[in-house]
Each structure stands twice: as C-alpha cells, then as structure tokens.
C-alpha cells in the first residue's frame, strides 16, 4: 500500500518559518517527480511546488516563489517543502503529492498518490 505521510505543520507567527517533510512508503518515487499543494478553506487545491525526479527542476506559484523551497531525498524517500517568510495568506492544509512523470508538473492532474494532509497556520 503506497502511503504519503506528510509532518511539520503547525501553528507560527507571519514572518515565520516552517519545514514540512513527506515520507512515502510502499513504493519508490525516486523515478517521479513530486509536489506539494495547498488547500485553504473555502478555497479551491491550488498548486505550491514541484521537484523532478531528480531535484534538479523545480517549479513553483507565483505567490511562493523566493519564500519557499522543495527539495527531495531519494536515498529516504522524502520530499520537503522549507517555507520561509510565511504570511497569513498562506494558511492551509499542505498536501504532499507523487506525480506520473518524470518532470515538473502544476497540475493537480498529473499527480496519481496523495498525503492526509498537514494543517499549517500563520497568525499575523
């Protein structure tokens, strides 16, 4: 059974910083890339980050970008999500997700396993 299990969530001050890591289990992502997305309440999923198989493509949001940084750990079989900067608008649930491919992908489509979900909430 394929598991993402993500943690490191939690509750911090705006101008804070969190690290999330997700683990997985029960097959290796090592050859696919893998992403994180983010879940607001009332919201739509909306994509974070991605990191291809390798680590050596990343992509990220728009409102993301210079604050947070992916990065994986093929040897554990780990990705993590540095979130540094954090604003209150980035409160929400983060969901770790293992992609099809190889390569970097935004879209929510492309990715086939998913984590539970970790809540992260930023008070201003």
């Known amino acids: 059974q394929v598991q993402l299990v993500e943690s490191g969530g939690g509750l911090v001050q705006a101008g804070g910083s969190l690290r999330l890591s997700c683990a997985a289990s029960?097959?290796?992502?090592?050859?696919?890339?893998m992403g994180w997305f983010r879940q607001a309440p009332g919201k739509e999923r909306e994509f974070v980050a991605a990191?291809?198989?390798?680590?050596?493509?990343?992509l990220y949001a728009d409102s993301v970008k210079g604050r947070f940084t992916i990065s994986r750990d093929n040897a554990k079989n780990t990705v993590y999500l540095q979130m540094n900067s954090l604003k209150p608008e980035d409160t929400a649930v983060y969901y770790c997700?293992?992609?099809?491919?190889?390569?970097?992908?935004?879209?929510?489509?492309?990715?086939?396993?998913w984590g539970q979900g970790t809540q992260v909430t930023v008070s201003s």
């Open positions: 029960g097959r290796t992502f090592s050859s696919n890339a």
């Open positions: 997700a293992g992609g099809r491919d190889l390569g970097v992908v935004g879209a929510a489509s492309e990715y086939d396993y």
């Open positions: 990191i291809n198989w390798s680590g050596g493509t990343t």
